[in-house]
């Protein structure tokens, strides 16, 4: 099911109408739930908290670029799914380089591509770079290859009952290095 219908999913089983003043509510208490999340409470929490990636996954984590003076910019915080593995690191998504809309958009399109329809916590996605490429939507921005030398964290791994929650949350960290400041939200 693509992501983007998994909130009318679930007001449909809690036997909401989506006009109805409970459904409003309901969607209005997620939404304030989002809004109190930020990177730290992220990193803070040990239940996510994995050591090692696995490809098709979501993952938060802090990352220091090798060559970040050369880079026009970085996400200190990305939101990866990494879909290639290298000997030194891997090749993967951060969402954080497109808007909330396409990252929305990218993620339907991807939902035909996991290995089950459960969106549990086993729910990967098995596209390759050849089929990202494929895709209406342009995800090039966002492919990025990631050193393991320079992660400066533990994987905090999103189930796919949360992806769609993790794209909307405000927690991208870019920094421009000539300009040396941090960049608003996307």
């Known amino acids: ?54 490809l098709g996954a979501m993952y938060f984590f802090v990352y220091n670029p090798k060559m970040k003076d050369k880079l026009p910019r970085y996400d200190l915080f990305p939101l990866v799914i990494p879909f290639d593995r290298f ?16 990252r929305a958009a990218l993620l339907n399109k991807l939902s035909v591509f996991t290995n089950d329809n ?7 996605f098995t596209f390759t770079y050849a089929i990202l490429k494929g895709l209406s939507i ?25 992806w769609d929650i993790a794209i909307s949350l405000p927690v991208e960290s870019f920094i421009y290095p000539s300009k040396n400041k941090h960049s608003p939200p996307v």
């Open 1 to 54: 099911m693509p992501i983007i219908d998994k909130q009318q999913r679930r007001i449909e089983r809690a036997n909401l109408s989506a006009s109805s003043q409970k459904a409003r509510e309901w969607i209005q208490k997620k939404a304030d739930e989002l809004r109190g999340l930020n990177r730290r409470e992220l990193l803070r929490d040990t239940k996510r908290k994995e050591t090692a990636f696995h």
């Open 87 to 102: 000997a030194d690191g891997f090749l993967g998504i951060n969402l954080h380089y497109l808007s909330v809309g396409t």
């Open 118 to 124: 459960k969106y549990d916590e086993k729910t990967r």
């Open 138 to 162: 342009d995800a090039s921005p966002a492919v990025k290859r990631y050193l393991t030398t320079n992660i400066r964290s533990r994987f905090i791994k999103i189930d796919a009952s949360e």
